[in-house]
């Protein structure tokens, strides 16, 4: 993906209320797009197209695998890998951390990591590797409680060590690892909040983490010049992002890691233009922005859980986020497939779905119903897209198509047993729950609202 697509994404739109025919590559498709952004009483889904437009590409599907290789001895299954489902693999939770790789110093174990990249360049995925968790050898704070064991959350005492560490990473895998993020959900000491945090995956200050930077990115450009280091993946509010940044961070990366850890679309929504507002204050605006970590976890069925996946994947390829990388394909809570089982998950047919819509799909803005229904717009092939599902509250609104108009295909994002009858998209339009719907048509001048 272009780093500047989000840039684009705040380009001027049409003004609200206003029919506008886009015309693109052969077709028309006349939409409603009220594009605003930032204007007072503006609705939150308002999204508007690209400038130009974008493209979504197989990439920006991304995921983890826990145990695409069993840890020997644990009698756990290997994962298999989903044929032509996935383009990104981010390595975390999966026995490659620092720790893993370099049990004692200048003692390295490959074979595990060996094998994760053969298999994700064997299936065209591209991979993003996760540098930070320190060993308990080289931590600053070697008995200090950290998620992995002590010292995990620690920055490292000799940061040759570390030198070390991402020289022999760069080498080793030097145009295989796309890119690197730089460390996983810090905390920093100099907020009072997240001192002595049990939970925080790195306990330094934040000049300590931008030193970290400043070296990775000096053993990157000596080794492997073409590798992308991201900011650390942070998680929450902004307040940690912003003060990497402010301390200098922002010169060291190529990118933008953030966790899209959310309840609903609207979080969703608020907490990316948080980050962009950030990345606009800072004169980053223009750094490509991945979504490192995004899950949901299954409650009952699962139904709900893959409806909010499937949002939120829609949502961020209307948005502009360059990557997003679900976690995680075999997690227990928030997983594509049953870890013991390998059933899949309905989550595992709303992220196809998610894909088989968008992949080489021209994104056209999106937009909220009065009714409280979303409708996301695009166009392949000469067919034109509409993907609607209920924001909020109980009522729907019906959007009717063109009489001219020639159905192609429709379906559900989670349900996808539940037929859809195409003379009825026709006849009474498109009525949708929580559960995305789809529905490919040919191009026409206009797509009718009609009042539930």
């Not at 974008?54 to 990439?59: E, I, M, T």
């Not at 620092?98 to 995925?125: C, H, I, K, N, T």
């Not at 060291?252 to 990316?272: C, M, N, P, S, T």
Request: charged share 20%; hydrophobic share 45%.
């Amino acid at each position: 993906m272009m780093s500047s697509d989000a840039r684009r994404a705040n380009a001027a739109a049409p003004r609200p209320g206003r029919w506008v025919r886009w015309v693109r590559a052969g077709f028309s498709l006349a939409v409603l797009l009220p594009g605003i952004h930032g204007a007072a009483g503006a609705d939150l889904y308002d999204i508007a197209p690209a400038t130009p437009a974008r493209v979504v590409g197989p990439q920006y599907f991304g995921t983890h695998f826990h145990r695409l290789l069993p840890v020997s001895d644990s009698g756990e299954r290997a994962t298999p890998w989903p044929a032509g489902q996935i383009g990104a693999l981010r390595l975390w939770d999966s026995s490659t951390r620092w720790s893993d790789l370099e049990p004692s110093r200048g003692s390295f174990r490959f074979d595990r990591l060996d094998a994760y990249v053969a298999q994700a360049q064997a299936e065209g995925a591209s991979l993003l590797m996760v540098l930070g968790s320190a060993p308990r050898w080289a931590a600053a704070r070697p008995d200090e409680p950290g998620p992995y064991g002590p010292g995990s959350a620690s920055e490292p005492a000799d940061l040759e060590d570390w030198d070390r560490y991402v020289a022999a990473l760069a080498r080793r895998y030097k145009g295989r690892i796309e890119a690197y993020e730089l460390w996983n959900e810090p905390y920093f000491s100099d907020l009072p909040a997240d001192r002595n945090q049990p939970t925080a995956f790195f306990t330094g200050s934040v000049a300590s983490m931008v030193e970290l930077a400043r070296r990775a990115r000096a053993v990157l450009d000596r080794e492997d010049p073409k590798a992308v280091l991201l900011t650390p993946g942070f998680v929450g509010g902004v307040q940690r992002f912003d003060m990497f940044l402010r301390a200098g961070g922002g010169r060291y990366v190529g990118g933008v890691a953030y966790h899209y850890y959310v309840d609903d679309d609207r979080e969703f929504i608020k907490l990316h233009r948080d980050i962009r507002a950030v990345m606009t204050r800072h004169g980053l605006s223009w750094l490509p922005l991945y979504n490192t970590e995004s899950g949901f976890a299954s409650q009952g069925d699962g139904a709900d859980a893959a409806g909010l996946l499937a949002h939120s994947m829609v949502l961020g390829a209307f948005l502009g986020i360059d990557r997003f990388y679900q976690y995680a394909w075999d997690n227990g809570r928030s997983g594509m497939v049953l870890p013991l089982t390998l059933q899949p998950t309905p989550s595992a047919a709303a992220f196809a779905a998610v894909r088989r819509w968008l992949v080489g799909t021209t994104l056209l803005g999106c937009h909220l119903e009065p009714a409280g229904t979303v409708r996301c717009e695009g166009a392949r092939n000469g067919e034109n897209l509409l993907i609607a599902w209920r924001a909020e509250g109980n009522s729907t609104i019906a959007m009717r198509l063109p009489a001219s108009a020639q159905m192609i295909a429709a379906e559900h994002a989670v349900d996808q047993n539940q037929l859809i009858n195409l003379r009825a998209v026709l006849d009474s339009g498109v009525v949708a729950g929580t559960d995305p719907v789809a529905v490919w048509w040919r191009p026409s001048n206009s797509i009718e609202r009609v009042a539930p």
